[in-house]
């Protein structure tokens, strides 16, 4: 079966169990899904590793 046969929120049903590791560890992010003609392209998640607290940046020790 061909992705673009599947709906699209069946499409985005196995996107988030593709990122659903990644996201189990992060604490912030943005997930980021390109579609184009009900069909999902590219799909992941960008995240900054660096928080800043106070006018501090620090790293974060766990994800």
């Given at each position: 079966m061909k992705i673009d046969q599947l709906s699209?929120?069946?499409?985005?049903?196995?996107v988030f169990k593709e990122l659903d590791h990644e996201?189990?560890?992060l604490d912030s992010g943005v997930v980021f899904v390109q579609i184009r003609n009900?069909?999902?392209?590219?799909f992941g998640i960008r995240h900054n590793p660096i928080t800043g607290r106070d006018g501090q940046m620090d790293v974060e020790e766990g994800g």
């Open positions: 699209l929120a069946r499409q985005l049903d196995l996201l189990s560890g009900n069909v999902i392209g590219k």
